[in-house]
C-alpha cells in the first residue's frame, strides 16, 4: 500500500539473521502442521504471543528504525518448506493503513512494541466496483497481543495512534503478501477499490 524508494525485489527469499531467529522459526512451523487454518491461526496467535514475551528473540535493529514517508515493511523470513512469510512493520507516529484486504490470505498479527488500532469492516454489499462496508468493531492492540484475519473476514485498518512513539508489529502471511485491494471512501458507507502492489523496505 505505500511504494518504497528503498524497495527490494520481494520475490527475492529474505536471509535476515537475528538473536532467537530459529526459535520463532522452529515456533511457526509447528503452528503451521495443522490441518486447518482455523487450528493453524490459533496456533500462531499463541506461538507469537510467546515469541514477543521471549527475551531470546530480538529482532533486527533496523526494524526500530521508522521511515518518514511510510510506514515500513520488512521481510525477515519466507518460509522454503511451508511457503509462509514473516513480516515486521514499523508504524511511525500517525501512520497507517487504508481499508484493505488481505488478498485471500490468512495472516496472524502481533504487536511487538508500542500500541496499534485496529478496525474490522464487514462487507455488506457490491455493486460493480463500488463496495459498502461497515466498521464491526475495534482494538487497541498492545505489547503481547495478537490476532487472526481469515478470508473473508479480512477487511480492516491498522494505525499507530501516539502522537511520538513508533509502533513495531510482526504478521506471518500464509503466502508471500505482495499484492492486495485498498478501498478509498466516496460517500458514506460506500468505498472504490483499488489494485495495490505491497513493495517491501530493505532488511538488515
Known amino acids: 500500500m505505500n511504494a518504497s524508494p528503498a524497495a527490494h525485489d520481494a520475490s527475492c527469499c529474505p536471509d535476515v539473521d537475528f538473536p532467537g531467529r530459529a526459535k520463532l522459526v522452529a515456533a511457526v512451523d509447528a503452528a503451521v502442521e495443522h490441518d486447518d487454518e482455523h487450528k493453524v491461526t490459533a496456533a500462531l496467535r499463541d506461538a507469537l504471543c510467546r515469541m514477543i514475551r521471549d527475551r531470546d528473540v530480538q529482532l533486527p535493529d533496523c526494524v526500530h528504525e521508522p521511515i518518514t514517508d ?3 515493511r520488512r521481510e525477515l ?3 522454503p518448506e511451508h511457503g509462509y512469510s514473516i513480516v515486521c512493520m514499523t508504524w511511525g507516529p500517525g501512520q497507517g493503513t487504508p481499508l484493505h484486504d488481505h488478498s485471500g490470505l490468512w495472516c496472524v498479527e502481533g504487536v511487538w512494541d508500542g500500541s ?3 478496525v474490522q469492516y464487514e462487507l455488506l454489499a457490491r455493486e460493480g466496483d463500488r463496495y459498502r ?4 468493531g475495534g482494538m487497541h492492540a498492545g505489547p503481547g497481543s495478537a490476532g ?3 478470508p473473508p473476514h479480512e477487511y480492516h485498518t491498522i494505525r499507530n495512534a501516539s502522537p511520538d512513539q513508533i509502533a513495531i508489529s510482526l504478521h506471518i502471511y500464509k503466502a508471500p503478501m505482495e499484492c492486495c485491494s485498498k478501498f478509498a471512501n466516496v460517500k458514506d458507507e460506500w468505498f472504490v477499490r483499488e489494485s495495490a ?6 532488511a538488515a
Open 133 to 136: 462496508f461497515r466498521a464491526a
Open 148 to 150: 487472526s484475519l481469515i
Open 77 to 79: 523470513y519466507r518460509s
Open 70 to 72: 511510510h510506514y515500513a
Open 116 to 118: 496499534l488500532e485496529i
Open 197 to 202: 502492489i505491497l513493495e517491501t523496505d530493505e
